[in-house]
T-cell receptor, first 115, second 110 residues
Framework: EPEVTQTPSHQVTQMGQEVILRCVPISNHLYFYWYRQILGQKVEFLVSFYNNEISEKSEIFDDQFSVERPDGSNFTLKIRSTKLEDSAMYFC?????????????FGPGTRLTVL | RKEVEQDPGPFNVPEGATVAFNCTYSNSASQSFFWYRQDCRKEPKLLMSVYSSGNEDGRFTAQLNRASQYISLLIRDSKLSDSATYLCVVRSGGSYIPTFGRGTSLIVHP
């Protein structure tokens, strides 16, 4: 069964450092998403991406965040200068269609720890 | 008022029990509704979409009450493997952005 993969599973970084979280969506999916979940909190939408551009983003997704699809398979989330409050689980997801909200498949997540 | 509210639980039930969760939403323009399941420290997985007429998938039944702005999930004949957190997800029309509830924890014991 096809699945979304994410690397690394755990990333530890110092405050102020840049991090790049990587995702490989399911191969025939067209829409890609990033979410985060702070420990013990709810899942929060960050951004959706389609046709090589951001289609929607939340208030959380400020100038410190960026996304990219550098090739035909990877989808990345970059945090330019990490803060302590960026510590969370980051989930990537993909779906075949977007607005009609076909099922999204989530990756296993990357746990980001900012020290 | 929180956009999507759920009783955090935990709901502690024996195997074979029937258990129901509710989720209330504040935005009357909400159009799409879903239940996700999330195991501890794992990713959310879609359990079922919630349709206006209600829908059933095996032991799971979902209902939508637009007038009172809530959705429900009923689990019959609970299994140990049903132990998880159940997330309510709501999306408003015209926007992709989904809003997740904090989840309801279910513990099914022998």
């Amino acid at each position: 069964e096809p699945e979304v993969t994410q690397t690394p599973s755990h990333q530890v970084t110092q405050m102020g450092q840049e991090v790049i979280l990587r995702c490989v969506p399911i191969s025939n999916h067209l829409y890609f998403y990033w979410y985060r979940q702070i420990l013990g909190q709810k899942v929060e939408f960050l951004v959706s991406f389609y046709n090589n551009e951001i289609s929607e983003k939340s208030e959380i997704f400020d100038d410190q965040f960026s996304v990219e699809r550098p090739d035909g398979s990877n989808f990345t989330l970059k945090i330019r200068s990490t803060k302590l409050e960026d510590s969370a689980m980051y989930f990537c997801a993909s779906s075949w269609v977007g607005v009609n909200y076909n099922e999204q498949f989530f990756g296993p997540g990357t746990r980001l720890t900012v020290l | 008022r929180k956009e999507v509210e759920q009783d955090p639980g935990p709901f502690n039930v024996p195997e074979g029990a029937t258990v129901a969760f509710n989720c209330t939403y504040s935005n009357s323009a909400s159009q799409s509704f879903f239940w996700y399941r999330q195991d501890c420290r794992k990713e959310p997985k879609l359990l079922m979409s919630v349709y206006s007429s209600g829908n059933e998938d095996g032991r799971f039944t979902a209902q939508l009450n637009r007038a009172s702005q809530y959705i429900s999930l009923l689990i019959r004949d609970s299994k140990l493997s049903d132990s998880a957190t159940y997330l309510c997800v709501v999306r408003s029309g015209g926007s992709y952005i989904p809003t997740f509830g904090r989840g309801t924890s279910l513990i099914v014991h022998p």
